[in-house]
């Protein structure tokens, strides 16, 4: 997640599996089988969204790419991007209202999930160094990143946008890949 910061990965899982699948709950199979497909996701939002196939995925005419992880699109998500373990879930109602290296960002902050786990600070850091290596993210667009942040309240499990920014400027600068 990035606008609320909070990447309910074990527990929006769970609450969502609850929900949609008691059939295999029933049947005994254990909570950590039992994380969506992207079919079963897609099944469940209805409406427009859809499956994309690794690679499918475009931001601008720009091809994106998360491993073989596909994107699910989901234009009633709550944020502008998601991540369950296995595949992306992309908003473009709201995408489109953002530049294409923040666009960028999120995608690649979404991927930094699936090969680094929940915390949101090596998400942001996979996803900055990542711009820079693939050539898409230069200081100009790490800047309107950290405007895209900002407004982003602080708690007491996460950053401030300010603090992200900082951290994110130090990943951006750093030459070891984290
Ligand atoms: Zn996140």
Redesign the pocket.
């Known amino acids: 997640?990035?606008t609320r910061q909070v990447?309910l990965w074990v527990g929006f899982v769970v609450a969502v599996v609850l929900t949609l699948l008691p059939a295999v709950l029933l049947d005994g199979a254990r909570a950590e089988d039992a994380t969506p497909t992207p079919e079963e996701y897609v099944g469940h939002v209805g409406g427009d969204s859809q499956l994309l196939q690794p690679g499918e995925f475009e931001l601008d005419g720009r091809r994106q790419s998360c491993g073989q992880r596909p994107v699910v699109i989901d234009n009633k998500l709550d944020d502008y991007g998601a991540a369950y373990p296995g595949f992306l879930i992309m908003n473009p109602r709201l995408l489109d209202k953002v530049s294409t290296p923040v666009k960028q960002w999120i995608f690649a902050?979404?991927c930094g999930?699936q090969f680094r786990g929940p915390d949101?600070e090596t998400?942001d850091c996979f996803a900055v160094q990542r711009g820079r290596r693939q050539g898409w993210l230069l200081p100009e667009g790490l800047e309107e990143v950290c405007n895209f942040i900002a407004p982003a309240k602080g708690d007491s499990m996460h950053f401030s946008g300010s603090h992200r920014c900082e951290y994110m400027r130090k990943c951006y600068a750093d030459p070891t890949v984290r």
Do not use: P
Request: no cysteine.
């Open positions: 997640m990035i990447f902050h979404e999930h949101e998400a």
